[in-house]
């Protein structure tokens, strides 16, 4: 938590002290806080690779230096593939790993940077920003990935977010001094020697870590962004950004693609049968994009569990509520939003979660967000099964409600999808808010 915060600062302290011009600070600015927009879309790839937690293998991937073929890139394969498999099926996928390993570590970085570059654009964001994003596993020697390119082709914010990323992940699992060491070891190899030569300045005179521990970094990092340049949010850059981030959320899984955008969409449209208006419409429909934003902070391990899922494991699973709710809150703007997307596994009875929230405590807003959560689970086709047929779903919808599920949300959502009159909930008799 909070490492592309602290990225951030590092890099804007790196950029500054080799006096980077202003103009170019804004961009690294956002190529920085942006660097891992693409992390989602190889998760599957890599669990399905490594057969093992993919999240943990992304942290510890920075703090081994797997270029290197020895002891510690062994131990890293050792403790990161098919963990939870018996030895010889373990020894099995090691062999396999270690044969594929080059041609998937280019996939992989090359699905994540070309993802994360393509969502950099369609936020609005400059040629630069989303060219720092696309080779920011590059490696100063040549032998990082996607395109192998060397020394100063590798653009510079690349090169910067490269550092200030390792700098982070070292200094949060080993402490400053380790990370100062494991910059210089890499020195010419992974990094720009220049730039390290900046980061140990830095580090010297105590100014490189300074306040990165403190609880107000994400207020001070937005003071960060150079006054020139800045970039104001519109309702509609709003928007776009909610869309950008379902994509992030939905790429996570193969079994979620297009899950956001489908609980958006049915949640618009029990709003529209209660005559909601437009200006709540537009809050729902942000609070459905990012519902399960939550979501990222689960290992891939389990997501894709064909499986029951262990206790430990479903612990995880009823987490992500709560990650959604400490993402939102924290972003000004989605103050509004956050209660009723962090509930949409609430039911009525009280026996959802992660809060155990009941009729009392559920907005209309959670109600809608609910009823139209499982509608798309139940509905959309995944990559285990086709998607299930209309009267199936509603069925199982109506089995739900009252009890869980609020019943006028789930007849309205039947009228819309079959064009008709909901029978007895024409008219709720509640009459709901948003507030
Ligand atoms: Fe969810
Ligand atoms: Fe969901």
């Known amino acids: 938590m909070g490492h592309s915060v602290r990225s951030c600062v590092l890099g804007m302290r790196i950029g500054r002290q080799i006096g980077l011009p202003v103009e170019e600070q804004a961009d690294l600015y956002y190529t920085l806080l942006l660097k891992d927009a ?57 062999f396999q790993v270690a044969a594929t390993q080059q041609r998937d570590s280019c ?50 914010f690349a090169r910067i977010v490269n550092l200030a990323q ?20 890499r020195s010419g190899r992974w990094f720009d020697p220049d730039l390290v030569h900046a980061a140990v300045s830095l580090a010297d005179s105590g100014a490189l870590w300074e306040g990165l521990e403190k609880q107000e970094l994400l207020n001070e990092v937005a003071a960060l962004e150079p006054e020139q340049r800045r970039l104001t949010a519109t309702e509609d850059t709003i928007d776009n950004i909610c869309v950008a981030l379902a994509e992030v959320i939905d790429a996570k899984s193969p079994f979620t693609y ?29 609070a459905a994009l990012l519902h399960d934003v939550g979501k990222l902070s689960v290992s891939n391990a389990i997501l894709e569990k064909p499986g029951k899922l262990a206790a430990d494991e479903w612990k995880v699973v009823r987490d992500h509520p709560y990650y959604t709710l400490e993402i939102l809150k924290r972003t000004p703007g989605f103050e509004t939003i956050c209660e009723d997307a962090a509930a949409h596994h609430e039911r009525l009875d009280g026996s959802g979660y992660w809060r155990g929230w009941d009729t009392d405590q559920l907005s209309f807003a959670a109600r809608i967000l609910a009823v139209a959560d499982v509608f798309d689970a139940l509905h959309a086709k995944r990559p285990y099964r086709d998607s299930l047929p209309l009267e199936k779903v509603f069925a199982m919808l109506r089995e739900d409600a009252p009890r869980a599920l609020d019943l006028p949300c789930v007849e309205a959502l039947i009228a819309a999808k079959t064009n008709s009159e909901p029978a007895a909930f024409a008219q709720p008799e509640v009459v709901y808010s948003m507030e």
């Not at 080779?135 to 060397?150: A, F, K, M, Q």
């Not at 390792?166 to 070891?185: E, H, N, Q, Y």
């Open 258 to 286: 297009r899950h956001s955008n489908g609980v958006a969409e049915a949640a618009l449209e029990i709003a529209r049968w209660f005559g909601m208006s437009p200006r709540e419409m537009k809050l729902l429909r942000r």
């Open 107 to 156: 996939d992989l970085v090359k699905i994540r940077c070309e993802r994360g570059s393509y969502i950099a654009k369609q936020l609005g964001f400059s040629e630069s920003v989303a060219a720092g994003i696309h080779s920011l596993d590059e490696h100063w020697n040549g032998r990082g990935y996607p395109g192998g390119l060397r020394k100063t082709e590798i653009p510079i």
């Open 166 to 185: 390792t700098l982070d992940v070292f200094l949060t699992a080993r402490g400053p001094t380790d990370a100062i060491d494991a910059a210089r070891r």
């Open 38 to 94: 693409g992390c989602s879309s190889n998760a599957s790839r890599l669990f399905h690779i490594l057969n093992a937690d993919e999240i943990r293998a992304k942290r510890d991937v920075k703090t081994t230096d797997w270029t290197r073929v020895g002891w510690e890139s062994l131990h890293y394969a050792l403790t990161h593939v098919a963990t939870g498999a018996p030895f010889l099926e373990r020894v099995r996928r090691l």
